[in-house]
């Protein structure tokens, strides 16, 4: 799957999980937004929309757009 296609299911509703680190993150959304926890110590990051979590969060100090080549093929 090519990224911009994973953004515009994301922005949908899809949800994800991946890999990256030897860490397990989830991808989510509810009706009060979208969510990236990382599921080993369920620390949560919250944003308004799906664009908002793929430009703001971070896994360390990278976006997942940074990490995109090492989890691509697990989407």
Same mark, same amino acid.
């Given at each position: 799957?090519?990224?911009?296609?994973?953004?515009?299911?994301? &922005? #949908?509703?899809?949800?994800?999980?991946?890999? #990256?680190?030897?860490?397990?993150?989830?991808? &989510?959304?509810?009706?009060?937004?979208?969510?990236?926890?990382?599921? &080993? &110590?369920?620390?949560? @990051?919250?944003?308004?929309?799906?664009?908002?979590?793929?430009?703001?969060?971070?896994?360390?100090?990278?976006?997942?757009?940074?990490?995109?080549?090492?989890?691509?093929? @697990?989407?």
């Amino acid at each position: 799957m090519e990224y911009k296609e994973m953004a515009n299911s994301l &922005s #949908y509703g899809e949800e994800y999980n991946f890999y #990256y680190n030897g860490e397990e993150y989830w991808m &989510s959304r509810n009706d009060d937004g979208n969510y990236l926890t990382t599921v &080993s &110590s369920e620390e949560t @990051q919250e944003f308004k929309t799906a664009t908002d979590l793929l430009e703001k969060a971070r896994i360390g100090d990278k976006t997942i757009l940074n990490i995109w080549e090492e989890i691509k093929d @697990q989407f």
